[in-house]
């Protein structure tokens, strides 16, 4: 069975460092995309990047570009999410998924992370 | 590159069709046969209920179907149920470099 399994919720102070994580099991983890997807409160979802495990080949939406960065660790299946100076506007849900590149479609996600940034 | 447009809401009695739109571009929409549907319930992870604008994966209740004309594609739910009470988000491949984009959501109410 194909899981994702996110990190738990996070509270943080504007300023601070921050990483999320991934866990895909079930599958060959090297050979599928994993994309992050944003969802702010009360917001629609949006597409943040995606990240090659086997090569760790990354793409980042412009808007998201220089704001975040998105890693793999294929040893131990996961992927991440991280951020060096946190703000109060990066608090939302984040979700990674599985990406086909080859149908373009996210088919598996993960549970999400609430990340909260708060003074 | 913006998000696609989508119905902020459309909603329908149990029984009743209903049908979502998702308007973008030549550059996305329009220009590819890349577009998939997404069900959102709060609280839980996104779900793929249409791919390639009207396949349906493995599992999906074949009440959800898709279909496209120019730059606008369209998501309809027949024999509205309960449980489709939902967000429904649209997303397609971009050429621009954004390279994917989602649509602006869409809150289905079942009345």
């Known amino acids: 069975e194909v899981q994702l399994v996110q990190s738990g919720a996070e509270v943080k102070k504007p300023g601070e460092s921050l990483k999320i994580s991934c866990k895909g099991s079930?599958?060959?983890?090297?050979?599928?995309?994993i994309a992050w997807v944003r969802q702010m409160p009360g917001k629609g979802l949006e597409w943040m990047g995606i990240?090659?495990?086997?090569?760790?080949?990354?793409t980042y939406s412009p808007s998201f570009q220089g704001q975040v960065t998105i890693s793999a660790d294929k040893s131990v299946s996961t992927a991440y999410l991280q951020w060096s100076s946190l703000k109060a506007s990066d608090t939302a849900m984040y979700y990674c998924?599985?990406?086909?590149?080859?149908?373009?479609?996210?088919?598996?996600w993960g549970q999400g992370t609430l990340v909260t940034v708060s003074s | 590159q913006s998000a696609l447009t989508q119905p902020a809401s459309v909603s329908g009695s149990p029984g009743q069709s209903i049908t979502i739109s998702c308007t973008g571009t030549?550059?996305?929409?329009?220009?590819?046969?890349?577009v998939s549907w997404y069900q959102h319930h709060p609280g839980k992870a996104p779900k793929l209920v249409i791919y390639?604008?009207?396949n349906r994966p493995s599992g999906v209740s074949n009440r959800f179907s898709g279909s496209k004309s120019g730059n606008t594609a369209s998501l309809t739910i027949f024999g509205l149920q309960a449980e489709d009470e939902a967000d429904y988000y649209c997303?397609?491949?971009?050429?621009?470099?954004?390279?994917?984009?989602f649509g602006t959501g869409t809150k289905v109410t079942v009345l």
């Open positions: 998924a599985r990406h086909r590149k080859e149908k373009i479609i996210n088919d598996y």
């Open positions: 079930g599958y060959s983890f090297n050979n599928y995309w």
């Open positions: 990240i090659y495990p086997g090569d760790s080949d990354t």
């Open positions: 030549s550059s996305d929409v329009g220009g590819y046969n890349y």
């Open positions: 390639e604008v009207s």
């Open positions: 997303s397609s491949y971009t050429s621009s470099s954004t390279y994917y984009v």
